[in-house]
Nanobody, 122 residues
Framework: QVQLAESGGGLVQAGGSLRLSCAVSGRTFPDDAMGWFRQAPGKEREFVAAITRSGLTRYADSVKGRFTMSVDNAKNTVYLQMNSLKPEDSAVYYC????????????????WGQGTQVTVSS
């Protein structure tokens, strides 16, 4: 079983930055991939970014050029650096893990964190 704990959410003004962290504990494997997803009120959860343990990344079009996902394997932690935040980025952000290559499909992820709230004011 993998445990995931997100942190770093909060309230920020439009144009500002936040860095989310996701600490991974429990059973982990070198080929695990990690993803970030988000869910705004009244909307379905959507893909944000994903990364392999070797550092290959994939992003949703809506965040390309603004968000950067990274992994620190020594700390078993993944990060999501969010810059130039917009009000439409407001959501609960979840990290997730899966065995195998990264994917934008949330149904392929096995373990999920509890989420951290990000609110961007205009």
């Amino acid at each position: 079983q993998v445990q995931l704990a997100e942190s770093g959410g909060g309230l920020v003004q439009a144009g500002g930055s936040l860095r989310l962290s996701c600490a991974v504990s429990g059973r982990t494997f070198p080929d695990d991939a990690m993803g970030w997803f988000r869910q705004a009120p009244g909307k379905e959860r959507e893909f944000v970014a994903a990364i392999t343990r070797s550092g290959l990344t994939r992003y949703a079009d809506s965040v390309k050029g603004r968000f950067t996902m990274s992994v620190d394997n020594a700390k078993n932690t993944v990060y999501l650096q969010m810059n130039s935040l917009k009000p439409e980025d407001s959501a609960v952000y979840y990290c997730a893990s899966r065995r195998g290559y990264y994917s934008s499909l949330q149904s392929l992820y096995d373990d999920w964190g509890q989420g951290t709230q990000v609110t961007v004011s205009s």
